[in-house]
């Protein structure tokens, strides 16, 4: 191992299914931009789609938390 070339690391991936569920989330916010990426990876992968449509919607909230001064 060279010190000008040390070691990547290795991020974990993020699986379909993680990314049609932050997309699916981020999108129920209005954010243009998450719409439509949710649109093309509904068109890519409609089986997933499918499955996740099955499944019952949980609540997630993108709202930023509140700080309270005291």
Do not use: C, W, Y
């Not at 070339?5 to 932050?22: I, M, Q």
């Not at 916010?29 to 499955?51: K, Q, Y």
């Amino acid at each position: 191992m060279s010190l000008i070339d040390p070691p990547k690391e290795k991020r974990p991936s993020l699986t379909p299914e993680a990314l049609a569920r932050f997309l699916i989330a981020k999108a129920a916010t209005g954010d243009p931009g998450a719409n439509h990426l949710l649109e093309e990876v509904r068109r890519r992968n409609p089986r997933l789609f499918a499955r996740l449509d099955q499944e019952p919607d949980e609540a997630v909230s993108f709202e930023p938390k509140k700080m309270v001064l005291q």
